[in-house]
């Protein structure tokens, strides 16, 4: 089972460039979202979606944006890469829309982006 | 001030001992709480669920504090596998279908 895909794993960018992280699971889930993991910060919520065409902002949106034109994909776009940019992103997806009462979680392997 | 507040440790523990970690949160309107271990540069994996009750599955035991707005994680006859961080989630009734999460609390069990 494939379940939460994320590529790339690694990226390195140059400030000002744009790029997409790309998200795709299998296992038909409506619920998908984008997290970022910085040092003594946590995970934190960038946006999330809870079907195909619905998308809402989380914690920290600035700077990214999202689609979802599918049910199985939810791409993450830097629209012009800063510094403040490079962190550890963790797509996760799940079963129940109702995450925050279900804690069902299912994390991608996370995608290690540096700005520089 | 962070909404969810962790000890990011390390812990460190022998073999076989009993160690806590405590998860703080400030907003008493929070409805819902989860522990989730994540190995080192791996994703986060749901642990285990906290009810008001509390929750054991095995030698992990989740227990929650309203009134002092914590929850703990025990674990008991710890192993070396054990080690990882271990990051508390919380839903704040924020009317956002998330959770919000802590920093992790780092545990290294030793041999």
């Known amino acids: 089972n494939a379940g939460v895909t994320q590529t790339p794993k690694f990226q390195v960018l140059k400030t000002g460039q744009s790029m997409t992280l790309q998200c795709a699971q299998d296992?038909?889930?409506?619920?998908m979202s984008w997290y970022r993991q910085d040092p003594g910060m946590g995970l934190r919520l960038i946006h999330y979606?809870?079907?195909?065409?619905?998308?809402d902002q989380g914690e920290v949106p600035n700077g990214y944006n999202v689609s979802r034109s599918t049910t199985e994909d939810f791409p993450l776009r830097l629209l012009s890469a800063a510094p403040s940019q490079t962190s550890v992103y963790f797509c996760?997806?799940?079963?129940?829309?109702?995450?925050?009462?279900?804690?069902?979680?299912?994390f991608g392997e996370g995608s290690r982006l540096t700005v520089l | 001030r962070k909404e969810v507040e962790q000890d990011p440790g390390p812990f460190n523990v022998p073999e076989g001992a009993t160690v806590a970690f405590n998860c703080t949160y400030s907003?008493?309107?929070?409805?819902?709480f989860f522990w989730y271990r994540q190995d080192c540069r791996k994703e986060p994996k749901l642990l285990m669920s906290?009810?008001?009750s509390g929750n054991e599955d095995g030698r992990f035991t989740a227990q929650l504090n309203r009134a002092s707005q914590y929850i703990s994680l025990l674990i008991r006859d710890s192993k070396l596998s054990d080690s990882a961080t271990y990051l508390c989630?919380?839903?704040?009734?924020?009317?956002?279908?998330?959770?919000?999460f802590g920093s992790g609390t780092r545990l290294q069990v030793q041999p």
């Open positions: 996760a997806s799940s079963p129940d829309l109702r995450v925050e009462v279900t804690g069902e979680l299912f």
């Open positions: 296992m038909n889930h409506e619920y």
């Open positions: 979606s809870v079907g195909a065409g619905i998308t």
């Open positions: 907003n008493s309107a929070s409805q819902s």
């Open positions: 906290v009810y008001s």
């Open positions: 989630a919380v839903n704040e009734d924020t009317g956002r279908r998330a959770l919000t």
